[in-house]
């Protein structure tokens, strides 16, 4: 008897709580987080207007230089004026843009992927692994960043003047659509290769922190290789310190541009970017400030929502804050 | 622990502190302190390297040993062509200006109280030419009669060709290969041992040194056979074994210094006259004693501190140095400033007004702006250009536009495909529409008709123009019609600037399409001395008031001359103009030489510099100069009231 | 004499983003001066969200005290601001948690955990309140205390951490004890020890202790009142032994069913089907009726909940026929 | 105790081995830049080169160089500077322009750690609150606006507009000059400290031993400061230390900005001008501060983090 009534009441019963996966759980906090969302939406429209707008025909040539019309206030023919060339400022907002979003996230995950397996490898496996990856991030610190970029830029610079050639010869791509992208490849290189020392060092300091707690013993003693355990134990706890590093080196990647690119390496005239039009504008500070104010909108704007993304993941992906 | 109230109050202490701070600084600002004191602040661009001017070219180190020391004649306070008294009182020269005798101050000391006499001056000569201390620009004096011979240590003509009794004259002598072939590349070669190397390499080795840098084995290789060597037939055996045996005994001797024995044209009859005899006439002597490559060095203090020929020994040091010149070093901290104080023992002591200045290494332009402003500074070295506008229209009593002896050009590596074609480079020099450029881009400056500016009593021809058109008709008949065919040629700068962008689009213009290339300083010299560069923003400034300063530079091998062009008619003139002693012939011969230079166009001159500074009207006695080379003795700050 | 704590409709809901989570719907437990009332339930039953509303620990936002009052010592806790609550908070009420290994601070010698709320309440500091603490850490039978204060957390055993917990709980000599299942975490030998140290100090100090537990046999060793909760109610509450003998709710009686000592050997155990309901979604009416298989299901109340009623002297149970008819 | 000496008896043989393979990369890389140390901007004649070569040792194999350079430095002897400052002891040369930087260095940290620490503790406390954005928001200023761009706005606004401050230039005894140089270079830092303690005390505060501290009575900010604050400190100390040493071995565009006569600046004109001494005795001195900051770094996580002293033990 008890067997059939069990059965029976087991149909009726009222649907319990659906299981939620912790990415499902997590996309619903980051949608509810207003905060994250307004900045989603502010960076698909900068990014939108960067890689899309210069196609259509009224945004005007960067390169064209207007010497008579130099350092002009907005006109209509020029919403954001005219730079110290002539050049129309708007254009060379929107292209100097793509360029520096593209340097800032593939640097940005080039540099995370090597840091935070540097950082997290040495912080679990401590010991002999760990001194050997600690000592050569020391080593990198102090390494003169300044003589490997001269000695860089004097050999990547033929590899991609070469490669440009070769495409412009096989594409039909003209030489000025191609050109400041295959700059940039010596550019991810040089930064993506020694700009990971410091999140190494954060990733292995909360690595560290969580391989002395419980659970991380508890799934060795389960018999789960390292990786694994790395993979799905450490690294989403350690979440909160790489998803607020990522969010700053962006920022940090694109600047660093403009200093390389004034040393040879990455961006060369007539092609900018963010970083250069900030650091010329901030040269021409006192007698045309919109030169300045211009190019860092969009910059500081793309940052900030970066960050309140960073935030809202953070706090979306935290699997402690799932209890609430 | 850390309680939250010690982490708010560390942060409440730094704000208090600093509000504190900026009320004590509200007196008087550091112009305001320095002109009681009558101490002249100066911004000065550069860390000098160091203080030995015989070992140190550059214009910021000339800045302070022109207060430091005195050349034999003195700079006029406002006319570029005049010369006054310096450390010589008086002057004459022969009709032909080969034969100078320079009267020295006769109470003139050193600013240790030791007299000044010519014995310093001949010391001071001998010492920047002797090769073993191979100073930069010892080639300044080489128009002294046998100073190049003795500064290039030509031991063939030294201890030969000025033998009156040696069997041989020199200008058959002339013919043997005594300073190398710079053809032969021997780079290889050069630290293996010649005894290893095979006959070829050896030939090849001493081909490139030549007799005069050889050492003893290869010499005495030679005496054995002489195949190894390519003597002129002219030259019989025992006279080429006598050069051998002078050479060999020479350095058995231990290479000792030939100074007299190349009988260099200085000659002091007495502690207070000094006689100069030169290879040629050189009518601007005088301006050329003013470079810090003629100023006398203390031999007392020099000899104090090491052999004559050490570099950079402690002599030029603070505690050490001792000048002749109206203030003597103060303090020196790297990077930060160096400061000179009124020079008591200085001839004309009582009329130097300053009682000392202070010299600021401020790189940064836009930062010695803000410090001029903000009342640190008395001169500023430079304005940017972006600020000129700017300046114009709020600071124009203190903005100074001046002309200086320069000239901003491209410089085209002849060697590379395209560039080597005439009409390709004329097309490139024809598109640079020098007025616009002048009046948007190189702010200030003016457009150069010519390379060598208005200087001495030279006028510059009127050859560049822009002519787009022309241009591109020059580029049809030179076989590369809008360009097409030529390579993509990279403009080589050191800064990225509106400069570079402009000329990049100028050439745009014309249909051909170049790349930027950017270089720290160190590879941009190099690469345009190994000719690995197809075009170059380039500048010259002159080192005295004569066209010889711009046009020498073109010869063949001369150093700065990396477009790979010569021409022996423009050389010939320059020879020619060298040896005329009448100043409006030479200057005719010189502009004929300019005419050939442009139009073979291996540089294509875009403006006369200008220079740009912030200047206090309190500051007197600085009147323009082309030279920039305002005398300090001669300035004084007087505040109006 | 009155109650020392009276709890009365206390109503405490979750705000979430998936509806309103009414984690404790009207729960009334009263526990006497001197005795152990425990509180039991299946887990998501709303016994440590009630034990945690009393002082004030649960997230604000989204948790909410709805309504309901908790008299103690004359005033209703849940009425007290934060400051307040402090003075009662390690003084008045101590309280002791569930997972030893990760409630004592890891970066902390328990030296100075133990001397905090001495610190905090009885402004003693330095060698005497060392020499409390040690002899805190003697009354809940550390032995070497004195030399063991000064190592940290991670190297004690979980027993030891849990007397840890006690000792800093008991060192002010709070009138009312509040432990949330502590002895779950821990193994069965080291659970009957941590258990004699509780009911000895009870014992001696007279402090009341509301012990939180999913487990019987634990409850009727300790208890001398039961609260018996089920989705955030109040299901049946007596004495431990009247419970035992005259169970009347169809959940009561379930559970001492399925209890294994009250089984013969080798038969089937029994269990209580399904799970305990979505909280967020609950309807009016009796919720044990989907799971009431002892009792008669069709009888159980379904428009209005069922209410409290005194069956028997100080033997409360919903008075839900389903559940209260016999099999 | 015994191991504690130990380890740092290990620590510093990997120092040691840190600074023999940096030293050794740094003389190669000089070597091989592009040019020659000895050129000018007037071509120098190759006699001319080749005495200097040889009065600098250049002319002999690359290999006894290397160990001449090696046996120098082993010693102590850091060399004469042979291009920039020539014939100037390189150790003068770092003696006059190291204090500058440390100082500088230390102001700077000083400051970024007393405004983005607390910062930083007061938005995690006050999460998702006016006053959290606040400080996210000046953080994120702080790291968007380069130093290029702040050290002339707040050079222009207090130096030469309110003249309150020195515009360029430094003074060890006037610490006005330090204020403006310290605030370019510190600021970076402080938005760094504020947004990773923030993230590093979310982490913390989550943690059951929070809820057993508040079950105790505590006032929130003591808790937030005895309990959380040495856990959520983790990150930002792991930061601190590679900053520390980077803002102390100087930045050529603060130095730039407010003519501070740093090692930074000189470090940069070495490197163009290939003067190996002048680079290898900066070098050989960052490698030591980074080695001596990253230890310092982990000594203190062992402090902060007693679990790890047990960790390392077994």
Redo the contacts between chains.
């Keep these: 008897m008890a067997e059939e009534t069990h059965k029976q009441t087991l149909e009726t019963l009222p649907e319990t709580e659906a299981g939620h996966s912790l990415w499902q759980d997590a996309w619903i906090r980051l949608r509810s987080n207003r905060a994250a969302m307004v900045s989603c939406v502010i960076l698909v429209a900068i990014i939108f207007s960067c890689f899309v707008l210069p196609i259509f025909s009224f945004i005007a040539d960067p390169a064209e230089i207007e010497l008579s019309t130099k350092n002009s206030a907005p006109t209509a023919s020029h919403w954001m004026g005219q730079d110290q060339l002539g050049r129309d400022l708007l254009s060379r907002v929107l292209h100097g843009g793509r360029i520096s979003i593209l340097v800032g996230l593939i640097t940005t995950t080039v540099s995370l992927t090597i840091g935070v397996a540097v950082g997290a490898i040495a912080g679990y496996s401590g010991g002999r692994t760990d001194a050997f990856l600690m000592r050569t991030v020391d080593v990198l610190y102090s390494l003169p960043f300044l003589i490997i970029v001269i000695l860089f830029s004097a050999v990547a610079r033929g590899q991609t003047d070469a490669l440009t050639t070769w495409l412009v010869d096989n594409t039909n791509l003209s030489h000025d659509s191609i050109a400041p992208f295959t700059g940039l490849i010596p550019l991810f290189v040089a930064i993506g290769a020694l700009s990971w020392l410091n999140i190494s060092r954060i990733v292995r300091a909360s690595v560290q922190n969580i391989t002395g707690q419980e659970y991380v013993e508890a799934a060795r003693s389960l018999g789960l290789s390292h990786g694994r355990i790395l993979l799905r134990h450490i690294i989403p706890n350690a979440i909160g310190p790489i998803v607020v590093y990522a969010t700053l080196t962006i920022p940090s990647v694109m600047l660093f541009e403009a200093t390389l690119s004034f040393l040879g390496i990455g961006v060369q005239p007539p092609y900018s970017s963010w970083g250069i039009l900030i650091s010329d504008g901030a040269d021409r500070m006192l007698s045309n400030p919109l030169l300045l104010i211009f190019p860092s909108i969009p910059f500081i704007l793309t940052l900030m929502s970066l960050n309140f993304l960073g935030d809202g993941l953070r706090d979306a992906l935290d699997p402690k804050s799932s209890k609430d | 622990?850390?309680?939250?109230t010690v982490?708010?109050s560390?942060?409440a202490i730094?704000l208090i502190g600093?509000i504190l701070?900026?009320a004590?600084?509200?007196q008087k600002?550091?112009v305001e302190r320095a002109n009681e004191d009558k101490i002249m602040l100066v911004g000065n661009s550069a860390?000098p390297?160091?203080l030995d001017s015989q070992?140190i070219s550059g214009v910021p180190e000339s800045k302070v040993l022109t207060s430091l020391f005195e050349g034999l004649c003195g700079d006029h306070p406002s006319e570029d062509n005049t010369m006054v008294e310096g450390a010589a009182k008086s002057w004459e020269h022969n009709e032909s200006l080969t034969e100078w005798t320079f009267h020295l101050q006769p109470d003139a000391k050193w600013s240790d109280g030791k007299p000044v006499t010519t014995e310093d001056f001949i010391f001071s000569y001998h010492r920047i030419l002797n090769?073993?201390l191979?100073a930069?620009y010892a080639p300044m004096l080489h128009a002294i009669k046998n100073a190049k011979a003795y500064n290039?240590?030509q031991r063939g003509f030294i201890l030969c060709g000025l033998d009156e009794n040696f069997p041989v004259e020199w200008d058959k002598l002339s013919e043997i290969n005594f300073q190398?072939d710079?053809k032969v590349d021997i780079d290889d070669l050069?630290?293996r041992d010649f005894e290893k190397l095979n006959l070829e390499e050896k030939r090849k080795l001493i081909a490139g040194r030549g007799l005069d840098?050889l050492d003893k084995t290869p010499l005495e290789a030679i005496a054995a056979d002489e195949s190894l060597f390519a003597w002129p037939d002219k030259i019989s055996t025992d006279i080429r074994n006598l050069v051998l045996e002078r050479l060999i005994s020479h350095i058995d001797q231990g290479e000792p210094d030939l100074y007299d024995k190349a009988q260099v044209g200085i000659v002091a009859p007495d502690p207070h006259t000094l006689h100069i005899s030169l290879r040629e006439p050189v009518p601007y002597l005088p301006a050329m004693t003013r470079h810090t490559s003629w100023f006398p060095v203390p031999k007392h203090v020099v000899l104090k501190h090491g052999k004559m020929t050490d570099?950079?020994?402690e002599w030029s040091e603070l505690g050490n140095i001792v000048g002749n010149g109206p203030f003597k070093l103060k303090a020196w901290?790297?990077?930060?400033?160096i400061e000179v104080e009124r020079n008591p023992h200085y001839w004309d002591a009582e009329n130097v007004e300053l009682n000392g200045i202070r010299f600021?290494p401020?790189?940064?332009f836009?930062?010695?702006s803000?410090?001029f402003?903000?009342?640190?500074l008395h001169t500023a070295y430079s304005l940017?250009p972006?600020?000129l506008?700017?300046a114009k229209e709020n600071h124009p009593e203190y903005l100074r536009v001046e002309p200086y002896v320069g000239t901003r050009y491209i410089r085209f590596n002849t060697r590379r495909p395209g560039l080597d074609n005439l009409k390709v480079r004329k097309a490139l020099s024809l598109a640079l529409d020098r007025e616009?450029l002048c009046?948007?881009?190189f702010e200030g400056y003016k457009p150069a008709t010519a390379l060598t500016p208005k200087v001495g009593n030279y006028t510059p021809p009127d050859i560049l123009e822009y002519d787009l058109d022309k241009a591109k008709a020059l580029l049809v008949e030179a076989g590369y019609p809008n360009g097409e065919g030529l390579p993509?040629y990279k403009i080589l700068t050191t800064k990225?600037n509106?400069s570079?962008?402009?000329v990049?689009?100028a050439f745009?213009e014309l249909g051909i399409?170049m790349?930027?290339?950017?270089?720290?300083?160190?590879?941009y010299?190099?690469?345009q001395?190994a000719g690995d560069y197809d075009i170059s923003m380039a500048g010259w400034i002159g080192d005295y008031p004569d066209p010889t300063t711009f046009l020498d530079m073109w010869t063949r091998g001369?150093?700065?001359n990396?477009t790979g062009w010569s021409s022996t008619e423009y050389e010939a003139l320059l020879r020619e103009a060298a040896q005329q002693s009448d100043p409006d012939k030479r200057v005719a011969l010189l502009a004929k030489a300019e005419k050939i230079l442009l139009d073979d166009a291996p540089i294509a001159p875009i403006a006369w510099y200008t220079r740009l500074y912030l200047h206090r009207p309190e500051v007197k006695g600085w009147h323009p100069l082309l030279l920039d080379n305002h005398p300090w003795k001669h300035i004084t700050l007087e505040v109006e009231k | 004499m009155p109650p020392l704590l009276d709890i009365k409709n206390l109503k405490v809901h979750f705000h979430t983003r998936n509806g309103v989570v009414k984690a404790v719907d009207d729960v009334s437990i009263k526990v006497e001066q001197g005795e152990i009332a425990g509180i039991v339930g299946e887990s998501g039953s709303g016994k440590s969200v009630t034990a945690y509303s009393l002082l004030g620990l649960i997230p604000m936002p989204p948790g909410r005290i709805e309504g309901g009052s908790a008299i103690f010592q004359g005033t209703d806790l849940l009425k007290l601001n934060e400051r307040e609550l402090n003075q009662y908070r390690g003084r008045k009420i101590s309280m002791i948690f569930q997972d030893p290994m990760t409630s004592l601070n890891p970066y902390l010698k328990v030296s100075s955990q133990l001397v905090e709320p001495l610190a905090i309440h009885e402004n003693i500091t330095g060698k005497k309140a060392l020499h409390r603490a040690i002899e805190a850490l003697e009354s809940v039978g550390i032995d070497d205390a004195a030399t063991r204060i000064h190592s940290y957390p991670h190297e004690f055993s979980g027993g030891m951490r849990q007397r840890v917990m006690i000792a800093m709980a008991l060192i002010t000599k709070p009138d009312l004890l509040i432990a949330d299942e502590p002895t779950t975490a821990l193994d069965v030998t080291v659970q009957k020890q941590v258990l004699d140290v509780i009911r000895t100090l009870q014992k001696d100090t007279g402090t009341s202790v509301i012990f939180i537990t999913h487990d019987l046999a634990v409850v009727h060793e300790m208890c001398d009142t039961v609260n018996l909760l089920y989705a955030g109610r109040d299901v049946e509450s007596a004495s431990a032994s009247q419970l035992i003998q005259n169970p009347l709710h169809a959940y009561t009686r379930g559970l001492y069913r399925s209890n294994p000592s009250n089984h013969a050997k080798g038969s089937d155990l029994h269990t209580i089907p399904g799970l305990p309901p979505n909280l967020a979604k609950l309807g009016p009416g009796c919720a044990f009726r989907p799971r009431n298989t002892i009792g008669d299901p069709s009888l159980c109340l379904t428009d209005q909940t069922p209410e409290l009623i005194e069956h028997s002297p100080r033997h409360f149970v919903q008075n839900c026929p389903g559940c209260l008819a016999k099999s | 105790m015994k191991d504690i000496a130990r380890d740092i008896g290990s620590r510093l043989l990997q120092g040691i081995i840190v600074l023999f393979v940096l030293i050794t990369i740094t003389f190669f890389l000089t070597r091989a830049l592009p040019f020659s140390t000895f050129q000018d901007e007037k071509a120098v004649p190759d006699h001319v080169m080749e005495m200097l070569e040889e009065i600098h040792g250049h002319d002999k194999p690359l290999y006894t160089q290397y160990f001449m350079c090696l046996k120098n430095l082993a010693t102590g002897n850091l060399g004469t500077s042979i291009k920039l400052m020539e014939g100037r002891e390189v150790s003068e040369i770092l003696s006059q322009a190291f204090p500058v930087s440390l100082v500088l260095g230390l102001v700077a940290m000083a400051f970024a750690i007393s405004i983005g620490i607390p910062a930083g503790v007061l938005s995690a406390m006050r999460k998702n609150t006016r006053v959290d954005y606040i400080i996210m928001t000046f953080a994120l200023l702080g790291i968007c606006l380069p130093n290029f761009v702040i050290g002339p706005l707040l050079a222009e606004l207090f130096g030469v507009q309110l003249s309150w401050l020195p515009v360029a230039g430094w003074g060890f005894t006037q610490p006005s000059t330090w204020i403006l140089p310290a605030i370019t270079l510190g600021l970076i830092s402080a938005a760094y400290l504020s947004r990773l303690t923030r993230a590093g005390m979310l982490e913390t505060l989550n943690q059951d031993f929070i809820r057993t501290a508040r079950a105790k009575g505590q006032k929130e900010s003591t808790i937030v400061i005895r309990h959380a604050l040495r856990g959520g400190l983790i990150p930002s100390v792991a930061y601190l230390g590679p900053a520390f040493a980077a803002t102390i071995s100087g930045s050529v565009v603060v130095e730039s900005i407010f003519q501070i006569p740093g090692i930074g600046g000189i470090f940069i004109n070495a490197i163009q001008t290939k003067d190996e001494t002048l680079i290898m005795g900066p070098v050989v001195l960052y490698g030591t501060l980074i080695i001596t900051a990253n230890f310092l770094v982990d000594l203190i996580q062992l402090w902060l983090n007693p679990r790890l002293r047990s960790h390392s033990k077994s």
């Design positions: 622990m850390v309680s939250v982490l708010k560390s942060s730094i600093s701070l900026l004590s600084c509200k600002s550091m860390e390297k160091g070992l090769p073993q191979a930069a290039e240590d190398g710079p050069k630290n840098r570099r950079f020994t901290r790297f990077n930060h400033y600021f401020i790189l940064n836009y930062t010695e803000r410090a402003l903000a009342g640190q940017p972006e600020l506008e700017w616009e009046k948007y881009i993509r990225i509106p570079v962008e402009a990049q689009a745009k399409g790349d930027v290339e950017l270089k720290t300083f160190g590879p010299v190099s690469a001395q001369n150093g700065n990396n």
